[in-house]
């Protein structure tokens, strides 16, 4: 492990600091084997790049539009050899108490370089915190989800899904083009987005955008149930006798 | 402009009848009065109503008689020690009604004690508003203006200062010229946010501390951030609260720019109109994220109450979110420096030297106690 340098990404939003991270690797580069594999100004990017050529160690801001860099540390568990991530930040009161709690690591900007030395240290004896931690970090509801295809990490809109449907063991996310399997739970995934989606079944979310409308459906036995209309999917999704409100609530919203 | 307004800043004088606050409060404190005795005096509750329109016959001409004298007579009856001003206003009260009294009586005979009533009610109104405007005049007292000016002094962002000082140091080893200058502007902007920020200062000086802040967050920000001035038809020697705009440019920022990962414009509009100033900051927006609103509702309200406190209701501060943009409208009333020492008004009892001019007077008096009351 010593010889092989330390391979190290950088990801902020702001150039001035990308820079500076970069002059402050240089300088502990003497002290310690270290390669800079790439700049990333966004969580996206970052992804990109890493599925290409990985790294030991991600340095991320925290706040930054589009993907945060709690969000990228949580996809980047799905990479074959996810990288250990220290996060950077220049000031988040909150944030900075919630990561202390849950021993996440994280370097406040400005980054003394001695910070920075021990920081590096310390990486080849760190495991990537858990997906389970980073769910307790402060952070914005995810803009993506990621699904790992043939080991590539796919990221998917948000915005994109119509619907989350539990099946089995995954869960079958629906956009207008495809299907996706994620391995994650439905409870969790309502609780993090709020409002976006409803819940019409048991096993499933529909996306409140995607909602075209209900239709009572009576089925041979003469039991009547309403159906979920989708726009961009031709299938429709059965509403559960427990869930019926969402019908009235939801007609009602599209039509104030 | 200051020091010379309130020889004793301990005894409260008479509302300014000249403010527009002052003005309306009485409209409508006399006029609801109106309404309550209309109640009073009516058989039958269907009644109250054209009770209450006959009676404004006579208490409008009555009531704006009464408020042109106060508002011709204001630069010196301000002047006055309180209880002398009172009399005054209750002898101009008596006056009043009985000029109205006499215009209406040509008219058609009025049965007797008509007069006696109707300035009986005037004084009463008188009492009672006199009563209030000093309890007001007491809740706004320098020392209690002064202490919640300074409550309300503006806060930059902890992230901003951090982010910054960053972005400096990413400089000091390639350009350091560059960076030598944003740490002067830094240390401008700094001062002027450390100092006790409650006399007004110049437009221009505003626009100036904005330009170095904006500056500043280009540095971070580079090509992410466009912003469009349209200043050059602005009042600049019109007084303002000094961090009137930059809390709100940087709120623009935090919440417009940062935010966005496509780059984005704030567009800066100033420009006077009818003696008033306008001033519109448009930044995009997008509605999804909402989670740091709080933020932006703090310096908004603070920027508001320090609007209420120089302005009172002169001033207005809008706030409007359209699609994709949020914008900030805000009006203050156009005063200048120069106005402001303006000395020759002509008074009936002797002057002070250096009087305040009598048309920015009201802007300045409370800013102009405070700096009293500092000594």
Redesign the interface.
Known sequence: MAEAPLRVLIVD?????R??LR?LLDDCASALPLLVIGEAQ?GREALELLQSAPADLVLTDI?M??MDGVELARHLLKLAHPPVVIFTT???EHAVHAFEVNAVDYL???IRVQRLLSALQKVPRLRPVSAEKLAQLPA?ARRFLSVTERSRVVLVPVEDVVYLKAELKYITIRTSQREYLLEESLTKLESEFGTRFVRVHRNCLAARDHIRGFERRVNDDGDAHWEVLLAGVPETLPVSRRQQFVVRDTGRETAA | MAAIIRQNPNQPALPDFRNLGTVLRILVAVNLGAAVVAFARAQQLSAVFAVWVESTGVVEPYLLLVLAVLWAASPWLTRLPFRAGAGLIALVTILAGRVVFAAMDTRASLPDGTLLRWILFGLIAVGILLFYFRLRARALSPAITEARLQALQARIRPHFLFNSINAVLSLVRSDPRRAEVALVDMADLFRVLMRENRELTPLEDEIELCRQYLELEQLRLGDRLTVDWNVKSMPADALVPPLMLQPLLENAVYHGIEPLSVPGTVSINLFLSRGVVHAILKNPYRATGGNHHSGNKMALNNVRERLALHFDAEASLESRVAKDSYEVHIRIPYRTEAANSATGVPTVTGPLPGQDNDRSRDANARIAISEAARG
């Open positions: 939003d702001e150039a001035p600091a820079r500076r002059d966004h706040h539009p589009d220049a000031f988040h406040m900007k400005p914005m």
